[in-house]
Every structure is written in structure tokens, then in C-alpha cells.
């Protein structure tokens, strides 16, 4: 075994993540057999390590709730988190935005997310730009938030719409919810890469994960 990673034959498991970039290993489950996920979990539980998994389906979190290893499954966005000790609070707060009820599912991948690694979330769930009235009514409270992550299948406009309007970072998540036109994501997410309201980031479609990354890390400089 080298000191900063771990070798288990089918993956090599970093144990020095937290040390290098602040915030502990992550999982992705998908394509990992659920034995080969336990396998990983324990490995991190015997070092004393706290860590994330992403894209977990409910036959991978049963196997994960036999091997009795307290690990906390949401099956609406796919994460298990398995928690060690408390990790330290980050200093203010990320408003989680969404579109429409069917971007829930990547909107609580970031929430949960960012929540596991130290942040407080609110959550603005359907509030899109088909019924404006619904955000504005929000949009006080939004702006209370040092990171806004906005996230809207079909058109995804929902993004350039609330940089308008805050004067925080804007980071918005296409999602793959649409019609055939939307052509899985690619339209929101060449909408919000050609927003007219500048401090929008943009990252990958369906990607709560990152755009919670990227918020905690904000959140991070805010605190040094």
C-alpha cells in the first residue's frame, strides 16, 4: 500500500484527498458491482475516512445497509454518504434553485452534497421562469445566499434569470429533462453558457455533484 492511496486490485482508493484539495474522497457507484462498493466503504471506514458516493442505485445501498456500515442513502438523487467524526462548518450558505419538480433529483445531488461536506443548503425547489412569479416571490430569500446553484432542464434559462438579479456567483447545472429538443441537456447547456447576465459558471449536464464542489469551495475562500 502506498501512504496516500490505497491498492484493492480493482481500484486504487485515494486516502489523501482531503489533505491536497479540503474535501474527502468521493465515489462514483455506477458500474461498481455493490460488492466492489462495500469492499471500498470499508476500506475508507478502517482508515477513519469519511466519504461521499454518487450515483448510487437502491440494490448497491441494500448491499451497503447489510454490511451494517451506517452509511445514509437518499434514493431521490443517488447519494450515500458515510460520515466519520464532524468535519468543520463552512461559513455561509448555498441556495439550491431549481427549475421544475423533475430537476429534483440533480438539485438534491448538490444539496446533499454540499451538506456533506460542511455547508448549509436552502432549497428553492420550482421555481422556473414558465411561472416567474413563483422565483420572484423566493428571490429575497435567494439573495440572503453566498452561492446560488441553479438548476433547469427544457430551455434553462432559469440561470441567466437569477444572475439578473443577485449580486452573489451564479452556478448553473443543465439537467437532461426536456422534450426532443432539448436534446438531453445540450439546449440548457448551451443556454447557459451564452447567458447574457454575467457570473454565471457553467458545469456539466446533470452534474450537482461539481456545481456543489465548486460553491463549497467558494464558500472555503470565504472562510480563509
Known sequence: MNDSYEDLGFARLDMSRKIRTGFPETIYCAGKTKEQLVQILEAFRHKGISVLGTRCSPEQAAFVAQASLSADYDQISG????????????????AVCTGGTADVPVAEEAARTAEFFGAETVRFFDVGVAGIHRLLAKIEDIRKADVVIAVAGMEGALAGVIAGLV???????PTSVGYGASFNGLAPLLTMLNSCAEGVSVVNIDNGFGAAVQACRILRRIKK
Open 167 to 173: 449580486d452573489t456567483p451564479v452556478i448553473a447545472v
Open 79 to 94: 447519494t450515500i454518504r458515510m460520515q466519520i467524526g464532524e468535519d468543520a462548518k463552512l461559513p455561509g450558505k448555498i
